[in-house]
């Protein structure tokens, strides 16, 4: 089921991202969505980098396990971040109407 969040256009989820981001709540959660941005990108990152260098150099099967759980912990990262976002940015605009 789409929330009020998901059904507003472009322009005014930014409002709302933007309204939401100015009051106490939204500034510690800003660092914290940024934070878990941060860490997704690099353990996608980092996945990659293993990879590359396990195809290059012939290590043992490990290091592609160990690629295979950084990416997945990488999208568990984003994915995540996004819902949280959505949810609290969604509170927030039905509070507020």
Same mark, same amino acid.
């Given at each position: ?31 914290? %969505?940024?934070?878990? /941005?941060? &860490? ?5 990152l980092?996945? =990659? ?6 195809? *290059?150099?012939?290590h ?10 950084? %990416?997945?912990?990488? /999208?568990? &990262? ?7 976002? =959505? ?6 605009? *039905?509070?507020?109407?």
């Amino acid at each position: 089921m789409k929330n009020k969040f998901q059904r507003m256009t472009k322009e005014e989820q930014k409002n709302a991202l933007t309204k939401y981001y100015a009051t106490k709540t939204g500034k510690e959660n800003k660092n914290r %969505f940024l934070r878990l /941005l941060i &860490f997704g990108y690099l353990c996608l990152l980092y996945a =990659v980098a293993v990879t590359g260098d396990t195809i *290059i150099n012939h290590h043992s099967i490990w290091n592609y396990v160990l690629a295979g759980v950084m %990416f997945i912990f990488g /999208l568990f &990262f984003l994915f995540a971040r996004h819902k949280i976002l =959505v949810t609290k940015v969604n509170e927030y605009v *039905i509070k507020h109407k």
